[in-house]
């Protein structure tokens, strides 16, 4: 196959004794004879090319004349050919003629040549740098309209040559071959042919550059970015720094991929460039001239796709902000992603990560905004501040919740810079800080937090210095006006305080009955203040102390707990009061579980009240179901093997440690040395009461009340009893009512499976977990055999299908219990 080429012009005239040459050294070929006379015609071959000008003053007969004797040469036996002269031939031939014989010679079967001989000669040709002049080639013929098909046939050999190689030696390649190696190499050749081209534009000339940016975006499609622009990007950021002709090539090279390849190779600059400035430098106005790359830059990255870094989204949104055509799309970023965030469907259907992502590039697009267009949009980001606000404060999830609160107050105050800003109170964590960070443009020489040794005390050398003796003072009294001072004379600051120093606390005397605790409680008596106080802190260990007494009250006790207002500052009061309450419980199950069951779904109360029964429920379900340790042990750190629960809302990462102790408590250990603790078995106190806290929970989820609506818009607290019953349940291993509270409980996941609240789902999943981990195998297979295929149908749905993470690992883990079910029944003999 003869590459094409312009015809011969006044430079490329047929060479009479070329053509001559090249005619013996086919004959000699074809006859097959070996010597010192075939190596003689070849050698001719090489210096008739050399009397020529070289493989570029080849005409279009020459190179069809030259690739007969390059195909002739593969054809004939490896005794026709003098080693060493062959190859030249070769690598001093036209070097796309030269490439496209090699290749087909590598996939024919009736080559002369051994395929590990063709692989040396490509390893040369790759060696001595021929393909940059390859590319060149082509770049000059395209310059004068080549052939296209011929172009796209060469493409393709470019750039699978590792492929072609691999599937021909079996893997057995030379390192060279290796993609690893091969791309940066090719890399390195499109950097000698752009340095030709630049040249070329310098002296006057036209040239090509189409066929380079085929070659980059063909690579970058092929999932080599990392490879070739590793070696480029670098490269054309120094060389456009400050020469004009070399940000033209390098626009002109991306301008020209293809729209098919072009989101891979734009992915890939944004990726590597060290800067939005870098980025500007080497795609210019890409976006404006380009439909595909405006779609990739403004749609997908920022909307479709949710896994790159903070770096990405600063490259990319500070590339649209620096220049005045492309601010335009960035303005209309901002709102798409605005419109986005402020939607209640998205808030609810799109994964956390997602979620953060779009903040991330809210708050990035935020920090590039002038003056004018923030007036220019300001009640456009008011409604969507608003509207974004209520959605994600209403969510079920804290991070989300979070994250509206920073967007918002960042948004706020971009709008009201003269007057007053929103603020939250939240605890602010590293994903927080990092969220306020990019609202600031910090440039490099600015002082940032966190700061080394040295620059902190460069920092405080710009303080005023105040000697440590008069620290106290200067802080205490600042410095008055003249007008003032008079005044200051007058104020009180001259009187001698009192002499307090022999001053003893008043203790009060802590309540002795449980009785004398309703009635400081109750209000009766609630007008001392400390004895309140005191009464709060004592209340647990008196109910403990004395459980007959509790039992006679327990009921009334539990209902003033429920209702128990803080009316003073006293340092941990919902713990106090929580605990409490967990201790009525405990020492009177069944009468105080019934009472507050009944009250969770009761009028007049607030959601936070509702939480907290289910929390006291929890915690006392789990001081019931362990067992007291007594017993011997040399070891005097032992800890107590029970189940921590963190009643905290990210309950996923609750229940992996729930599940985790389990699996903990069921492997077996052999263990040297010291003894361990020496369990002493006691019966589940949980055991007769189970039902008693569960049953009641699952009854009337399903019946909204005129201010309660677990099926409405109250899903945190549907999430809180969904994993509340999912404890239960896993609480409740070994109890008669096991059984029926696993059935119960299947079919209240099946009703609400499809829940919109991924926190809810999250909780339904915990209670798949917790009902194969704690109903016996064979009374799940006996009862429920046909809810379990039903549920394995569904998992494997949540598991491909749910936007959340958390959901599909829950899922996952309930699919991998379920085999682990399975093999258990299939090994126990019938």
């Known amino acids: 196959m003869a590459a094409a080429a312009a015809p011969p012009g006044p430079g490329l005239v047929l060479d009479p004794g070329l053509e001559l040459v090249l005619r013996e050294a086919v004959a000699a070929l074809g006859r097959a004879g070996a010597g010192e006379g075939l190596a003689a015609a070849l050698g001719a071959v090489r210096g008739a090319l050399a009397a020529v000008g070289g493989p570029a003053a080849l005409g279009e007969r020459e190179r069809a004349l030259f690739g007969a004797f390059l195909r002739s040469l593969v054809r004939a036996p490896s005794a026709a050919r003098p080693e060493g002269v062959w190859q030249c031939c070769f690598l001093e031939g036209p070097p796309g003629l030269v490439f496209c014989v090699l290749l087909e010679a590598l996939g024919s079967a009736g080559s002369g040549l051994d395929p590990r001989e063709i692989v040396g000669v490509l390893e040369q040709f790759l060696q001595e740098g021929r393909v940059s002049a390859l590319l060149w080639e082509v770049c000059q013929q395209q310059a004068q309209a080549g052939c296209l098909e011929l172009q796209e046939a060469l493409l393709n050999k470019i750039v699978c040559l590792p492929e072609h190689v691999s599937n021909k030696l079996q893997g057995k390649n030379p390192s060279v071959f290796f993609p690893q190696n091969y791309f940066p190499l090719l890399g390195d050749a499109i950097l000698r042919v752009l340095e030709k081209i630049s040249d070329s534009l310098r002296g006057g000339l036209d040239c090509s550059i189409s066929f380079v940016s085929h070659v980059l975006g063909k690579v970058c499609i092929h999932g080599r970015q990392k490879e070739i622009l590793g070696v480029l990007v670098p490269r054309l950021t120094d060389l456009t720094k400050s020469d004009c002709i070399w940000q033209r090539i390098c626009w002109r090279l991306v301008e020209c991929v293809p729209d098919r390849w072009m989101e891979a190779v734009v992915f890939g600059f944004v990726q590597r460039a060290s800067g ?131 967007v918002a107050e960042s948004i706020s105050l971009k709008i009201n810079t003269e007057g007053p800003v929103l603020k939250f109170e939240y605890e602010e964590d590293d994903e927080t800080r990092e969220l306020k960070s990019l609202l600031v443009q910090t440039p490099s020489f600015c002082v940032v937090p966190n700061l080394p040794d040295d620059e902190s005390e460069k920092a405080g050398a710009a303080l005023p210095l105040v000697p440590e003796s008069n620290e106290k003072s200067h802080t205490a009294a600042p410095v008055m006006p003249d007008e003032e001072s008079d005044a200051e004379l007058d104020s009180d600051d001259d009187l001698i305080p009192y002499d307090m120093s022999e001053d003893k606390e008043l203790k009060i005397k802590a309540p002795v009955y449980i009785r004398d605790c309703i009635e400081v409680l109750s209000g009766s008596r609630s007008e001392d203040v400390d004895k309140w106080e ?218 609400l499976r499809f829940h919109t609240d991924s926190y809810v789902r999250q909780g339904l999943l915990s209670c798949i977990s917790s009902l194969l981990l704690s109903v016996p195998a064979e009374q799940m297979l006996a009862d429920m055999t046909e809810e379990l295929l039903e549920t394995q149908s569904w998992l494997g749905d949540v598991m491909e299908k749910d936007p959340d993470g958390d959901c599909r690992r829950l899922a996952l883990q309930n699919l991998l219990l379920m085999e682990n079910l399975k093999k258990k029944l299939e090994d126990v003999p019938s």
């Open 534 to 751: 005191t009464t709060v802190m004592t209340l647990e260990s008196l109910v403990r102390k004395n459980p007959a007494a509790t039992r006679e009250v327990s009921v009334e006790l539990a209902k003033i707990l429920l209702h128990l207002e803080e009316k003073t500052c006293i340092e941990g009061f919902v713990d106090l009061r929580q605990r409490a309450q967990v201790a009525v419980l405990t020492t009177d199950p069944i009468p105080v579980a019934k009472y507050l069951t009944s009250q969770f779904y009761s009028l007049n109360y607030s959601l936070r009240q509702r939480m907290d029964i289910l929390d006291v429920l929890v915690l006392a379900a789990q001081e019931l179901s362990c067992p007291k340790f007594h017993g011997k042990t040399k070891h005097s750190g032992a800890q107590k093997p029970c189940i921590q629960l963190l009643l905290g809302s990210d309950s996923s990462k609750d229940w992996r440690k729930i599940v985790d102790e389990r699996i903990k408590s069921k492997t077996r250990r052999f263990y040297m040395g010291q003894s361990h603790v020496e369990l002493a078995s006691h019966p589940n106190k949980f055991n007769s009461v189970a039902g008693y806290f569960f049953f009641p929970l699952i009854q009337h989820f399903d019946r909204p009340l005129t201010t309660f609506d677990l099926l409405g818009e109250d899903h945190l607290v549907l999430g809180r009893l969904v994993h509340t019953l999912a404890i239960l349940m896993y609480l409740a291993v070994n109890t008669v009512a096991v059984t029926a509270m696993g059935k119960a409980l299947l079919e209240f996941v099946w009703t």
């Open 276 to 406: 939005a400035d870098v980025l500007s430098r080497l795609l210019g106005n890409l976006v404006v001239k380009n439909k595909k790359a405006q779609f990739v830059v403004t749609q997908k990255i920022l909307l479709l796709q949710y896994g790159h870094t903070t770096a990405v989204l600063q490259n990319l949104l500070g590339y649209l902000s620096l220049d005045g055509l492309r601010r335009t799309l960035l303005l209309r970023v901002l709102q798409e992603l605005l419109e986005t965030w402020s939607s209640s469907s998205a808030v609810k259907h799109s994964p956390a990560e997602q979620q953060l992502y779009i903040s991330k590039a809210i708050l990035i697009c935020l920090s590039h905004l002038k003056e004018p267009e923030i007036e220019s949009c300001r009640q456009e980001l008011l409604t969507s501040m608003m509207e974004g606000m209520k959605c994600h404060l209403d969510s079920s999830l804290p991070q989300l919740r979070r994250l509206g609160m920073v």
